[in-house]
């Protein structure tokens, strides 16, 4: 029974991780750079002062973020 419980933690442990989705922007503003263990840039994602979301590549673990200076209306 001790094996079954600690087979379904583990099993429910490795979904959830296999499934989280690294950071993206969620500010205006904001924007992400996404690596590849060679440190190449393999995805970038943002979302400009209108709050437009752009994105292309893919999202990784390995990333870099930082945020555009917007001029107020």
Known sequence: MRRLIALGLGAA????????RPPGPDEIGEFYFYYNTSGQIVGQASMD???????T????????A???ICNPD
């Open 49 to 55: 002062c209108d709050g437009v979301l752009n994105e």
């Open 66 to 68: 930082g945020h555009l």
């Open 13 to 20: 442990l490795f979904a959830s991780t296999a499934l989280a």
């Open 57 to 64: 590549g893919i999202r990784t673990s390995r990333y870099s």
